[in-house]
């Protein structure tokens, strides 16, 4: 089955930056589309970003320009670099993808921006 897990999280300042890991297994990761969420506390998931089978990436206006989506399809892995990073970035970030038409998710990675 499909497994997903988010590592690289943790707490850093304004400004700094941080890499996002998630390692795939259970289905054919080249082929594809794999996408970064995020849940702050007492708000909705929400979207991140995404990175395609061919490598099209698209972001939320929100980090557009600060965030960078990357895959390894020799490792099955999906990055996430997070950089001018803000207190509003404060969430458990998750990995998805939908190889099975449904969405399958990681148990997430806290990212805290603080002073």
């Known amino acids: 089955q499909v497994q997903l897990v988010e590592s690289g999280g943790g707490l850093v300042q304004p400004g700094e930056s941080l890499r996002l890991s998630c390692a795939a297994s259970?289905?054919?990761?080249?082929?594809?589309?794999m996408n970064w969420y995020r849940q702050a506390p007492g708000k909705q998931r929400e979207f991140v970003a995404v990175i395609t089978s061919s490598e099209y990436t698209n972001y939320a206006n929100s980090v557009k320009g600060r965030f960078t989506i990357s895959r390894d399809n020799a490792k099955n892995t999906v990055y996430l670099q997070m950089s001018r990073l803000k207190p509003e970035d404060t969430a458990v970030y998750y990995c998805?993808?939908?190889?099975?038409?449904?969405?399958?998710w990681g148990p997430g990675t806290q990212v805290t921006v603080s002073s």
């Open positions: 998805n993808t939908r190889p099975d038409g449904r969405n399958n």
């Open positions: 259970g289905f054919t990761f080249s082929s594809y589309a």
